[in-house]
C-alpha cells in the first residue's frame, strides 16, 4: 500500500489549529451545545466537510469497528449503528492510533479523545480533510457484534454531478459548504466517509498498480472508452462513479490481485470509505471480491506502406543502462512489434549513462546504444541517433538523471540533415534556403534560454529527408503536472498551477512552428511528444494557435482518445500534432502499457503516417 506518509498526532493537532482558525473553511462553533451532551459520530461528523468539533475534546463516542488498519496510517474505523435521519451526516470515523490497534472487527467500543482533521498530503495540497479522534483512549464493551450495513454506491446512488462550485468568499473552497449527497458526487461520497461501504461487480478503469491498489467504475455506462476505460475527455466529464479500492488486509497475509483495464471486480468488495492524498474517495476492503480477468490485449499497430512516413513519440521512462536487460528488450520489442518500426521515434525521458547517480555526466552514449542494440536483436532497424545533451541538472525530472529528447531513425528509409548541430545553450533558428525553411542548427534545440524551458527538457528540432522531402520534427516533454489539485480537492475548480508554465512552453513552440511556416507556407512539421496536457487544454490550443499546428489525435474518435491511465481516467499527455500541409494521415494510440498492471512504461506511444 502506498501508505508511506503515517498521520501523527502533532500533524492532526496542527491541523485541526489551522481549521479551528480559519485557514480551512468550517466552524469550530456550530456544534457547540451538542458537545454537552453525549456526542455521537454524525455530531462529529456534522453538515459540512468540516467538523463542528474540530479541536475539542469528546468522551465516550459510541460504536462498532469496521475496520482495522495496521500498517501505515494506523487506526480504526466506528460506526454509530443508530444512524440520525439526515444522509448529510456520517456515520463513521476513523480513530487514529498511531500504532497497531488492539480493537477487532465487530467490537463495540468506546472512544475518547481529539477531533481533528488531517489533512492527507499537507494543507497546501488543495486535499480535503479526514475527520478523524487521535490521541483515543478506547475501551471495548463487547465483541462480535453485527457490522452496520453497508451503504450501497452504485449508479443509482452516485449522483451524475461531480461537485459544487466554490465558495468565492473562501477561496474557492468548498469545505464550509452544506453537503448536499443527493445532488453532488463529492459530497454524497462525503456523506459516507468513514462508513461501512459496498459496491457490486464493477468494472476496472485503472490497473493495479505498485502500490496494490486499483481503480473501478460504479457506472458501467460513463464515458465509456473503447477498450474499457473511462474517458477523461473535458475539465467538466471527472466520471463520478471512479473509485479507488485498497484492501485492509497486510499483503503478507492476502496478496493484493492483479487487474488489468476491463477486467471486473466481481461479487461484494465492502469495508471503510477512506480519503488519501493519492486518489481520494478509497474503498478499504475488509472483503474484497474477485478479478475476472477480461481479454484485453496490447494493441498493434499498422505497418506504414512503402510510400508512408512513420513518425512515432515513445516516453520511455526513465531509461537508463542501469535498467535490467528485461526493460530493454520489452521496449525494444515494442518499438518492432508494436510500433511496426516506425521510420522516425522520438524518445522521451533517456537518462544519461549512469542514471540516477548525481555526478555530472550528460552523455547519454551507452542508454542509447543499448536501446538500439536491443531493437535490432529484436528483429527491427539498424537505428541511428541524434540528441542534444542537456546542461548538468538542469532540464527537471529524476534528480541526476539529466533526462531528453532524442530522435532515433531508420536510415534505410529516411535520411537526418546535419546543420551545424546545437548545444544545450544554442538556440537553432530559421532561415530560407534556395526558397525553402531550414533550420541554423539540425539537431537544435529551441530557445533553450527562454524562462519558460527553466528545469524542464528544451524541445529537439531535426530537419529529415524523406523521398526526397524535407520533415521538420520537434520533439518535446513538457513541464509535469507535478503541483495541480486532484479532482477532489475542496478548491472547485481544482487548482491546476502546472498550466501556466506549460502554456508558455507551447507559445514559444508554435512561434517556432510559425516562422517555419512563414519561409515555408507548405513545409511538412510535426510536433510530438509527452505534452503533459489534455487535447482540450489551453497548452493544446496554444500549440494550434493560428492553425499552425492540429492535434491529430482529434481525429480519433473520443472513445479512442487517450495515451495515459491517472487515477482511473484515461487521458490524453502524448501527441503529435501536423502542420497544414499534412492533410492526409493516419493516426494510432497504441495501447501497450496505460491500461496493464504489467507496464513497460506508463505512457501509450502515438504513431502518425502520411505521404508527404
Sequence with gaps: MRSSHPRSAAVSALVATALATGLLAGSADAAEGSAAGQVRVHDIQGTTRISPLVGKQVTDVEGI??????????????????????????????????????????????????????????????NQSVTQISKPVVTVVSSGNALPEAAAINEYTVPAEYAPAGDPAAGGSINGLALDPSRYALDFYE????????????????????YSELWVTVKGWENTAKR??????????????????????????????????????????????????????TLVART??????GTLAPEKTKAQAAQELAVATYNVENLDPTDPQT????????????????????????????????????????????????????????????????EDKKDGGEPGGNIRQVFLFNPERVSFTERAPGDAVTATGVVKDNGK?????????????????????KPLAGEFVFRGKTVFVIANHFGSKG??????????????????????????????????????????????GDINDFEFSATTDALADGGALYPAIKSLPKAERYSY????????????????????????????????????????????????
Design 65 to 126: 469497528v469496521t475496520g482495522v488498519r495496521t500498517y501505515g496510517s494506523r487506526g480504526f474505523w466506528i460506526q454509530d449503528p443508530d444512524a440520525d435521519d439526515n444522509a448529510a451526516t456520517s456515520e463513521g470515523v476513523f480513530v487514529f492510533t498511531s500504532s497497531v490497534p488492539t480493537v477487532a472487527v465487530g467490537d463495540a467500543v468506546k472512544v475518547s479523545g481529539t477531533v481533528g482533521e488531517y489533512v492527507p498530503g499537507g494543507l497546501n495540497s488543495g
Design 191 to 210: 456523506s459516507l466517509e468513514g462508513m461501512n461501504v459496498k459496491i457490486g461487480t464493477s468494472r476496472v478503469v485503472g490497473a493495479t498498480d505498485p
Design 228 to 281: 474499457g476505460g473511462t474517458i477523461y475527455g473535458s475539465y467538466e466529464s471527472q466520471n463520478t462513479g471512479r473509485l479507488q479500492i485498497q484492501q485492509l488486509a497486510p499483503l503478507a497475509q492476502q496478496p493484493f490481485p492483479v487487474a488489468n483495464v476491463g477486467d471486473k471486480l466481481t461479487g461484494v468488495t465492502e469495508g471503510p470509505l477512506d480519503f488519501n492524498q493519492f486518489g481520494g474517495y
Design 288 to 293: 474484497l471480491g474477485t478479478v475476472k480477468a
Design 327 to 390: 526493460k530493454f528488450d520489452a521496449l525494444a520489442k515494442a518499438v518492432v512489434e508494436n510500433l511496426a518500426s516506425p521510420d522516425i521515434l522520438a524518445l522521451e525521458e533517456i537518462q544519461d549513462d549512469n542514471g540516477a547517480k548525481n555526478d555530472g555526466t550528460v552523455s547519454a552514449e551507452q542508454t542509447l546504444t543499448k536501446f538500439t542494440a536491443a531493437i535490432a536483436a529484436a528483429g527491427g532497424p539498424a537505428y541511428q541517433w541524434r540528441t542534444v545533451n542537456p
Design 437 to 457: 525553411a531550414a533550420l541554423t542548427h539540425s539537431p537544435g534545440r529551441i530557445d533553450p534560454a527562454n524562462p519558460a524551458w527553466a528545469d524542464s527538457r
Design 483 to 528: 503541483g495541480d489539485e486532484g479532482l477532489t480537492s475542496h478548491h472547485q475548480p481544482p487548482v491546476r498551477s502546472s498550466e501556466a508554465k506549460r502554456l508558455l512552453q507551447a507559445q514559444a513552440v508554435n512561434g517556432f512552428v510559425k516562422e517555419i511556416l512563414a519561409a515555408e507556407k507548405n513545409a511538412n512539421v510535426l510536433v510530438l
Design 565 to 612: 491511465v491517472f487515477q482511473g481516467n484515461a487521458q490524453v499527455l502524448d501527441q503529435i500534432l501536423t502542420s497544414p500541409a499534412i492533410k492526409h494521415f493516419t493516426y494510432d494510440s497504441v495501447h501497450i502499457n496505460a491500461e496493464f498492471a504489467d507496464q513497460n512504461s506508463d505512457h501509450d506511444p502515438q504513431v502518425l503516417r502520411f505521404k508527404p
